[in-house]
Structure formats: C-alpha cells, structure tokens
C-alpha cells in the first residue's frame, strides 16, 4: 500500500504580483482536478488529518515556480506532502489584458480520510 490519497485542490484567492495596476485580472485555474498528494502512511495509520494552507507563485505559463506554507497544519509531514506536491501543480495562466502574467495563489491542501462537505475530495487509499 501506497498511503497516498487523491485531492482536489481548489484556489481560494489570487492576488496580481504587478504593482499598483489596476486592470482586471482573468485568475489562474487548475488544469487537472485532481493531484496526486502524498497521505504520510503513519498519519494515515493513526487517523491524523489536518490542513495546510500554501502559497504558490504561477508562472505566466502555468508552472508553479516557489511554494510557501501560509498556514500550517500542525503536523510537518502534512505540510512537507503538501509542498512537495504542490510542485506539481500545472495552471492555464492569469491574464491581464489578454497578457499571460504571473501571480501567487492561495491553495488549501487538505489531508482527510474522509471527504470534505464543500468539496469535491476523494480519498483513495493506496493510490487506487
């Protein structure tokens, strides 16, 4: 067994790396829905679950470039999951008067054994 789960994972606020600009932003979007994220085998065996709340920067063609935890979860091997998954993330980019830009996103990795209410998370013990 693998111990990893399948997430969903949903950008909650885009905030435009360009200063001062006040042009409309088109938002970055996740090009696949699901990503694979690695559920650490020993939180799962103990029924840990948490949430780690990143900060990626998305490149103006769609690759996450730097990662930072805004808000841990409490549990390192949560957030470590969370960052080195994350890296793997793919975006269609934001745009700015039709312009690719780059911009950070806020995105909520969630560790569940069970699926969220207001999400789509579904989780799949050993990588089924």
Do not use: N
């Not at 409309?24 to 065996?45: A, C, F, N, R, S």
């Not at 949560?78 to 980019?93: E, H, K």
């Amino acid at each position: 067994m693998k111990g990893s789960v399948r997430m969903v994972v949903v950008v909650a606020a885009v905030a435009a790396a360009a200063c001062g600009e006040e042009a409309e932003i088109e938002q970055p979007t996740p090009l696949y829905g699901e990503v694979p994220i690695d559920y650490p085998l020993h939180m799962w065996d103990q029924d840990k679950e948490g949430e780690t709340v990143l900060r990626v920067r998305v490149t103006d063609v769609g690759a996450v470039d730097s990662i930072e935890v805004l808000q841990s979860s409490g549990f390192g091997a949560f957030d470590s999951a969370a960052v080195a998954g994350a890296r793997s993330l793919r975006f269609t980019p934001a745009r700015r008067d039709g312009e690719r830009i780059a911009v950070w996103a806020e995105v909520p990795v969630y560790f569940s054994k069970r699926p969220r209410p207001d999400s789509l998370l579904v989780p799949t013990p050993g990588g089924g």
